[in-house]
């Protein structure tokens, strides 16, 4: 019976992520989109504890995984796809434009199928995490304007798109230990982004996505080189 509540945990947590999705996604069309970004946050939150919970109570298992798929699909999937729909409409309504923005769903789908079957993925992405790229274009409600302008956004959507799937290494933040040793890149990013938020707040967060991606590149080829000595 304590086995059956510690794995329940873990999953009620999964539902959290999803419900608060579900209540975003409704408030992008009562065009309450600060709302939107704050239940992807709580989403982020709630994808972290998930994870977290099943780890500490050793109860991680091929349900709990299919649960998180299909919750992070609709969090970091489907809302931050309607929410550019959302957003190109109030500049193309009645055109095909703002289709564009399910692009975000269909590869984010892609994205989260590949990562269920792929076992190599837990100190390192391949191709942009969800929750990341739907941070990213929520935070656009705070970001300077221009971040919100058509041509960027549709921009960032289809180059975001690609780098969902695409075969890139991306640095997870997970630390193994903490010494500085082996986990350079991480101090660092971590840093920079601490430096970010003081100086900017909420403003900073687009800016917090590229430099993780630059931070991961760099730190990919400085290990490329060193395996290839």
Request: proline residues 3%; hydrophobic residues 55%; aromatic residues 20%.
């Amino acid at each position: 019976m304590l086995r059956f509540i510690k794995q329940q945990i873990p999953n009620i947590f999964t539902l959290c992520n999803l419900l608060s999705g579900c209540i975003g996604i409704i408030h992008i069309f009562h065009n309450q989109l600060e709302i939107t970004f704050w239940c992807v946050v709580l989403s982020l939150v709630f994808d972290f504890l998930d994870g977290f919970l099943a780890r500490v109570f050793g109860v991680s298992g091929a349900f709990g995984k299919e649960l998180d798929s299909f919750s992070d699909m609709v969090s970091f999937g489907v809302l931050p796809s309607l929410f550019v729909y959302h957003r190109l409409d109030s500049f193309f309504s009645g055109s095909f434009i703002p289709y564009i923005g399910l692009l975000i769903a269909v590869f984010s789908a892609v994205r989260l199928a590949k990562f269920n079957i792929d076992t190599k993925q837990q100190y390192v992405f391949i191709g942009l995490p969800t929750p990341i790229n739907a941070l990213f274009f929520v935070s656009f409600f705070y970001a300077d304007a221009w971040f919100f302008q058509a041509i960027p956004l549709i921009s960032f959507t289809i180059l975001f798109s690609w780098m969902l799937i695409a075969k890139m290494s991306l640095l997870a933040i997970k630390f193994q230990s903490f010494h500085w040793k082996n986990n350079e890149f991480r101090f660092i990013f971590l840093f920079l982004s601490g430096i970010l938020l003081l100086l900017l707040g909420l403003k900073s967060i687009p800016f917090i996505v590229f430099n993780y991606i630059i931070l991961s590149f760099f730190y990919y080829v400085i290990l490329n080189k060193k395996e290839n000595l």
